[in-house]
């Protein structure tokens, strides 16, 4: 799977951005798909994921009732609308795909290449 992460950007603090990936190269439709970030100096961390067999979606606390997941199995594309952005979630974020991982980055076959949000305050 090629996955092509993009919409980052430089957004004020209380504003939105809507990042989508788009996928390629295999079925879409049959694997989980996860966003993660990473901060300068931090590690790659979960932010949400939806899986493939019921479309259930995950969401890291930090982001819950701010961000949405979404997947649109016709466009091979997932999508992250981050609403109410806070200077705290600048950080490059990538999404990746996997038929079975959930939450943990490292089990995730496939990644994008990143796109950097920037949330001023």
């Known amino acids: 799977v090629q996955l092509q992460a993009s919409g980052g950007g430089l957004v004020q603090a209380g504003g939105s951005l809507s990042l989508p990936c788009a996928a390629s190269?295999?079925?879409?439709?049959?694997?989980?798909m996860g966003w993660f970030r990473q901060a300068p100096g931090k590690e790659r961390e979960f932010v949400a994921a939806v899986t493939w067999s019921d479309s259930k979606t995950y969401y890291a606390d930090s982001v819950k009732g701010r961000f949405t997941i979404s997947r649109d199995n016709a466009k091979n594309t997932v999508y992250l609308q981050m609403n109410s952005l806070k200077p705290e979630d600048t950080a490059v974020y990538y999404c990746a795909a996997d038929r079975q991982a959930v939450v943990t980055p490292d089990q995730y076959d496939y990644w994008g290449q990143g796109t950097q949000v920037t949330v001023s305050s």
């Open positions: 190269g295999r079925t879409f439709s049959i694997y989980n």
